[in-house]
């Protein structure tokens, strides 16, 4: 008796089904891991980018307020006794004055949004010398201020050759748009009757000369620009290093 035998060759549809169906789900993951990757690429890049301007507009920001108050002339602010007393050269004693340069405004309004402005000397290249008229010149006047419309934060660089107000944009809206820009201007008094020859500040004596020290809060929430899920806030905190000086010591 013969037996037959039949020798199989190549593959069966249904074993060439299965491969292909465990194939493409082995390339799907891939794909998706691959995808996963790409993205979270590109979130991790928008991220920094923002994170790099915002801090690039603090650190221009924190450098504008540490000069703010700044007077040039600092001796101005010193009380100096009569000099050559008793000759014929003598001058009467130099009275301390309150600086022309102290004032920090900070207000918010319509598309301006959020507006600081500020006041520092800045030394004449010409006469090689700092303002003494008492008066801050046009250039002399600085800022910084969110513009609610393109969401972009300016700082002003005194005036231009108009003699108008130069903003310049500190931060690059086809890379981050500025959600929210605040500031918040803090100020405590501390009382200066200890540097006095003569009692003040108690029940019958007169009013003892303060130093006003001011410290500004800021917060900036930027956006990226090309995904609105990227979404970073950078604070700080900056003292006004020119204290303002307030009254004088009792006569």
């Not at 299965?18 to 891939?30: E, F, K, P, R, S």
Request: hydrophobic share 35%.
């Amino acid at each position: 008796m013969k037996t037959s035998r039949r020798s199989q060759r190549g593959l069966s549809i249904v074993e060439l089904m299965v491969g292909i169906t465990v194939g493409l789900i082995v390339a799907a993951g891939a794909a998706m891991v691959a995808v996963n990757q790409i993205n979270e690429h590109r979130r991790l890049m928008l991220e920094t980018q923002v994170q790099q301007d915002l801090r690039t507009a603090a650190d221009l920001l924190q450098q504008e307020l540490r000069r703010a108050g700044f007077r040039g002339q600092a001796e101005d602010g010193v009380w100096a006794p009569a000099k050559a007393v008793g000759s014929l050269k003598e001058e009467g004693p130099q009275l301390a004055s309150s600086s022309p340069y102290a004032t920090l405004t900070i207000t918010s309004s319509g598309n301006s949004g959020t507006t600081a402005s500020y006041l520092y000397a800045r030394l004449d290249p010409v006469a090689n010398k700092y303002n003494t008229s008492g008066t801050p010149w046009t250039n002399e006047h600085f800022g910084v201020r969110l513009n609610s419309s393109n969401h972009v934060l300016y700082i002003q660089l005194g005036v231009d050759e108009h003699n108008e107000p130069n903003w310049q944009p500190i931060t690059d809206p086809q890379a981050v748009r500025i959600e929210t820009f605040t500031m918040d201007a803090t100020e405590r008094n501390i009382s200066l009757g200890d540097f006095c020859d003569k009692p003040c500040g108690h029940a019958g004596e007169p009013v003892c000369p303060i130093q006003q020290i001011r410290e500004v809060k800021f917060k900036i929430v930027g956006r990226a620009s090309h995904d609105a899920n990227v979404v970073r806030t950078l604070s700080g905190v900056e003292r006004i290093r020119a204290d303002a000086l307030d009254g004088v010591c009792p006569p």
